[in-house]
């Protein structure tokens, strides 16, 4: 039974791998189209974003059989084998699956009365049988029941003691039989919402069925409430597949991971090496102009990180560089993604804060300048007065050649960048458009490099719809957890608190800063925008702050928790990719200039709120 689900999970994977492609060229071909023949098509644009809702919806089972949906990792990493299958057994019973039941039952309500009351666009040209996408959701959620309960099945088989298991299970039941009686009545619902909430993060189950899992069992057990306050979330996950903007994010995902497989990452730092080499620092500054190319083409930490990990992390330590400095230089170079356009946290703070995604491009370029200015500044003065830490390189090569040679290899992903971002900056393409175009440059620049495959575009579009189906699947979790939370009088609360306890702005960004910052030690920036951000919006908007500028100063601080000890994401993955070539001390001791140099560019931003404007308004 186990097999023939995953094999189901697999297929439909494949399915919507296909599609993320088809959708890219749709876009692709609708922009060109419109812009330089003036045509278009209702249906057609309507035609993309049913696609972008199957790549997505499809792609929740077949994350989950590859374990795609996040996860803090923190104690997790350390259990052992048994454990880990006890937690994905509880995850699957008690979060996942109640809720997915739930969740099935109001989406079949809202695909029946579409079909019964004929449902068809709005819009003159776009497509009928509106039902049939509403019927995707209800499918979708089937397919993720069915792969959760393969999920159960093969963890039970990696039960050596199927008594501990059964011990653990009767303990799990007999706290929610008597917390549906008692629980609601110890504290306020909304701290112990919270305490329960992190609890479930911290000991290693998924984000996303956490918040689904939490929203239900709250909404279940508080009298003042009841199931009837989820009743709308099927229509809010009907609203975010109509979203246009949310559109980008598999596309820059796809985007990325087709420049990542192609090598553009390893040919630019070996290039950029040799061009930098013959300094002291140079391998160092190299990573950082390399991290800032990939971060403008690819936006995703994980991969930056890993890649310059894998590539220069042995070089620089090859050439007697301080473990410290290879490491702290990698690891904040790999996480310029997050503020560098086209920013995947950008385009979803864009989303929650109902801000122009390409407003908020504009805005975060100088403070991505000016984190690369301070990283390199740095590395030059750290290495000048320590000349052991960071030597020169010699190199018998011409340096015009070495030059031209790097130069060549910088060009295509330059003009790349140029041509995604620029058409956003003139306002000539959407972001969703120019990311299309980013994919289509991308499978042209592989091309040109004669690295194009079957097994490139394997590669790009199953990673592309994993992940998207991580985000997404997030996004659904913190809707029903947001809106529980709400219900319980979370929003009040918190207004109350900033306006009657605080009353001052400057204290509001401080508190709201550090919160995020915190926060950024345990859970992952996805769901920090998705259930933190829509707090703290209206309370931003009532002490008057410019939204724009507060989305920057968040994104800030979110790249900033990437990096801090001893839980920062992009810790965890550069010591994964380097192995026993560093130690964690050594990680922790590099990285710990770079956050000061980060939060130097934050007060910056702060102090001189004008110039996230130089680019324009």
């Keep these: 039974m186990s097999?023939?689900?995953?094999?189901?999970?697999?297929?439909?994977?494949?399915?919507?791998?296909?599609?993320?492609?088809?959708?890219?060229?749709?876009?692709g071909y609708d922009a060109l189209m419109r812009y330089f023949f003036s045509g278009g098509s209702i249906a057609l644009q309507e035609l993309e974003w049913h696609l972008f809702d199957i790549v997505f919806l499809f792609g929740f089972?077949?994350?989950?059989?590859?374990?795609?949906?996040?996860?803090?990792?923190?104690?997790?990493?350390?259990?052992?084998?048994?454990?880990?299958?006890?937690?994905?057994?509880?995850?699957?019973l008690f979060l996942l699956i109640p809720f997915a039941l739930f969740f099935l039952n109001g989406s079949f309500e809202m695909m029946m009365q579409s079909y019964m009351q004929n449902e068809v666009s709005s819009d003159p040209g776009g497509l009928a049988y509106r039902f049939v996408i509403k019927g995707v959701l209800f499918v979708a959620f089937i397919l993720l029941v069915l792969q959760a309960i393969s999920e159960i099945i093969k963890a039970y088989a990696k039960l050596k003691s199927k008594?501990?298991?059964?011990?653990?299970?009767?303990g799990v039941l007999l706290f929610l039989v008597f917390s549906t009686q008692n629980l609601a009545f110890w504290t306020d619902p909304l701290w112990l919402m919270f305490l329960l909430t992190l609890f479930l993060l911290l000991t290693g189950f998924q984000v996303a069925f956490v918040f689904a899992g939490v929203a239900l069992f709250f909404a279940l057990i508080s009298d003042e409430l009841g199931m009837h306050v989820l009743d709308m979330l099927p229509y809010r996950v009907y609203g975010i597949m109509g979203n246009v903007t949310l559109m980008s994010v598999p596309?820059?995902?796809?985007?990325?991971?087709?420049?990542?497989?192609?090598?553009?990452?390893?040919?630019?730092l070996l290039s950029m090496g040799k061009l930098f080499g013959g300094i002291r620092g140079g391998l160092a500054i190299s990573v950082v102009v390399v991290g800032a190319i990939l971060a403008a083409s690819t936006g995703i930490v994980g991969a930056s990180v890993v890649m310059m990990s894998l590539i220069a992390l042995?070089?620089?330590?090859?050439?007697?560089?301080?473990?410290?400095?290879?490491?702290?230089?990698?690891a904040a170079s790999g996480t310029l993604g997050q503020i560098i356009p086209p920013s995947i946290v950008l385009i979803v703070l864009g989303d929650q804060m109902h801000l122009s995604v390409g407003d908020l491009f504009r805005a975060a370029l100088v403070p991505g300048l000016l984190l690369i200015g301070l990283y390199i500044l740095y590395i030059l003065v750290y290495a000048y007065f320590n000349k052991e830490v960071a030597p020169a390189i010699e190199n018998d090569e011409a340096y015009s050649k070495v030059?031209?040679?790097?130069?060549?290899?910088?060009?295509?992903?330059?003009?790349?960048?140029?041509?995604?971002?620029?058409?956003?900056?003139?306002?000539?393409?959407?972001?969703?458009?120019s990311a299309a175009i980013g994919v289509l440059g991308a499978l042209?620049?592989?091309?040109?490099?004669?690295?194009?495959?079957?097994?490139?575009?394997?590669y790009a579009s199953l990673e592309t719809v994993k992940l998207t189906s991580m985000i997404f699947m997030i996004l659904i979790g913190a809707t029903a957890f947001s809106l529980v939370f709400n219900e319980l009088g979370g929003d009040v609360m918190a207004m109350e608190f900033f306006k009657d306890e605080v009353g001052d702005k400057w204290t509001f960004i401080l508190i709201s800063m550090l919160v995020i910052f915190l926060l950024g030690f345990f859970i992952d920036f996805i769901e920090i925008a998705f259930v933190v951000v829509p707090i703290l919006v209206p309370i931003a908007h009532s002490f008057g702050i410019d939204p724009v500028w507060f989305a920057i100063l968040i994104a800030l601080n979110l790249q900033a928790s990437f990096l801090t000890p001893p839980f920062g994401f992009a810790l965890f993955f550069l010591k994964g990719a380097a192995g026993d070539m560093v130690t964690t001390a050594q990680i922790y001791r590099g990285v710990i200039p770079f956050i000061l140099l980060q939060l130097v560019a934050l007060l910056i931003i702060v102090k001189f709120p004008n110039l996230i404007y130089l680019f324009g308004k």
């Excluded at 994977?13 to 890219?24: Q, V």
């Excluded at 620049?445 to 575009?457: D, I, M």
């Design 3 to 27: 097999y023939l689900i995953d094999t189901l999970s697999k297929k439909i994977g494949f399915l919507a791998a296909i599609l993320a492609l088809i959708l890219a060229l749709l876009i």
């Design 61 to 92: 089972a077949y994350a989950l059989k590859h374990d795609k949906h996040v996860r803090v990792d923190i104690m997790f990493a350390h259990y052992s084998k048994e454990t880990k299958a006890m937690v994905q057994i509880l995850s699957m």
């Design 163 to 170: 008594k501990n298991f059964f011990f653990v299970l009767s």
């Design 251 to 268: 596309l820059f995902i796809l985007m990325g991971l087709i420049l990542e497989k192609s090598k553009v990452a390893e040919d630019l």
């Design 314 to 330: 042995p070089l620089m330590l090859k050439h007697k560089y301080s473990p410290e400095l290879a490491t702290g230089s990698i």
């Design 403 to 433: 030059l031209r040679d790097a130069l060549k290899v910088m060009v295509a992903p330059l003009l790349l960048i140029l041509a995604v971002l620029g058409s956003i900056f003139a306002g000539i393409a959407s972001p969703t458009e």
């Design 444 to 458: 042209i620049l592989a091309f040109y490099k004669g690295r194009f495959s079957f097994e490139l575009l394997r």
